[in-house]
């Protein structure tokens, strides 16, 4: 299986502020990886596929880069509907894994 | 708008089959792979499989001699069947669709909660 490791676990934000969070995985998947934000009690929601092309009606404070091993979602300006968990997930081959999770607090 | 819903028992005993279903509305079956994720309480997502309309399957290793997932398409929805359940197989239990490219899930059920207890 591929192993898909994000970072940080969790982290602090104010509102504005720029925030980064990166997913590795075990081997190169090219761009097969996709981007969920998920609020407590919801079921996740796909931002961003491919690695880096925007879900329809996303945001554009959410961007997504990287190929091959490593990968980042970027949140441009941190805003109150923001303050979730993220998961990264690799599609490139079955099964479908993902990340842990970063869950994205108010500090 | 696609919309999904999960349904079925909140409780299954130790040893039993868990059975959820997903019903499609607005929107067909056909020519689209769904499939099932879960989540344990306060953990991380697990995918399990998915199904082709035609009815093929790819399905996690770590459940595969113990899941099957089917279609009915003249009731658009489609079903997960796990066997020989125990208290690790406790979680939410989302069905979703997958994208276009057939390499995302883009559109989610809001999730059933699953307790294995007797």
């Known amino acids: 299986d591929i192993r898909v490791t994000q970072s940080p676990s969790s982290l602090s934000a104010s509102l504005g502020d720029r925030v980064i969070i990166t997913c590795r995985a075990s081997q190169s998947i090219s761009t097969y990886l996709n981007w969920y934000q998920q609020k407590p009690g919801k079921a996740p929601k796909l931002l961003i596929y491919a690695a880096s092309t925007l879900e329809s009606g996303v945001p554009s404070r959410f961007s997504g880069s990287g190929s091959g091993t490593d990968f980042t979602l970027t949140i441009s300006s941190l805003q109150p509907e923001d303050f979730a968990t993220y998961y990264c997930?690799?599609?490139?081959?079955?099964?479908?894994?993902f990340g842990q999770g970063t869950k994205v607090e108010i500090k | 708008q696609v919309q999904l819903q999960e349904s079925g028992p909140g409780l299954v005993k130790p040893s039993e089959t868990l059975s959820l279903s997903c019903t499609v509305s607005?929107?067909?079956?056909?020519?689209?792979?769904w499939s099932w994720i879960r989540q344990p309480p306060g953990k991380g997502l697990e995918w399990i499989g998915y199904i082709y309309y035609s009815g093929s399957t790819n399905y996690n290793p770590s459940l595969n001699s113990r899941v099957t997932i089917s279609l009915d398409t003249s009731m658009n929805l489609f079903s997960l069947k796990l066997t020989s359940v125990t208290a690790a197989d406790t979680a939410v239990y989302f069905c979703?669709?997958?994208?276009?490219?057939?390499?995302?899930?883009?559109?989610w059920g809001q999730g059933t909660l699953v307790t294995v207890s007797s």
């Open positions: 979703a669709r997958l994208g276009e490219d057939g390499y995302n899930l883009d559109c």
């Open positions: 607005n929107g067909f079956i056909s020519s689209y792979y």
């Open positions: 997930q690799q599609s490139y081959s079955t099964p479908w894994t």
